[in-house]
């Protein structure tokens, strides 16, 4: 059975930084994109941020560009989310999920999100 377990959220004053992180298991994810998407209330769940099995492609949404960094580690099956800079307009319920690398990109596996708040 796949699973994406995210960890790392928490409350956090604007200007700090959180490094959130998404184990994966049941499956090998080599040939997976791993992305993160976040979701504010009242919001729909929005895109942040992709990352190929290999690192050569990577994408961010532009409100997070030069702050927010995606790393994997595959040998641990372990997608980051390094998180600078925040604002508290990054206060949202964070998700990791994970693609199969063919296009148009689906993501299909999801974790259950964790909290990330950000005090003014």
């Known amino acids: 059975q796949v699973q994406l377990v995210e960890s790392g959220g928490g409350l956090v004053q604007a200007g700090g930084s959180l490094r959130l992180s998404c184990a994966a298991s049941?499956?090998?994810?080599?040939?997976?994109?791993m992305g993160w998407f976040r979701q504010a209330p009242g919001k729909d769940r929005e895109f942040v941020a992709r990352?190929?099995?290999?690192?050569?492609?990577?994408s961010y949404a532009d409100f997070v560009k030069g702050r927010f960094t995606i790393s994997r580690d595959n040998a641990k099956n372990t997608v980051y989310l390094q998180m600078n800079s925040l604002k508290p307009e990054d206060t949202a319920v964070y998700y990791c999920?994970?693609?199969?690398?063919?296009?148009?990109?689906?993501?299909?596996?999801w974790g259950q999100g964790t909290q990330v708040t950000v005090s003014s």
């Open positions: 999920a994970a693609a199969p690398d063919r296009w148009p990109l689906e993501f299909n596996y």
């Open positions: 990352r190929s099995w290999s690192g050569i492609s990577t």
């Open positions: 049941g499956r090998t994810f080599n040939s997976y994109y």
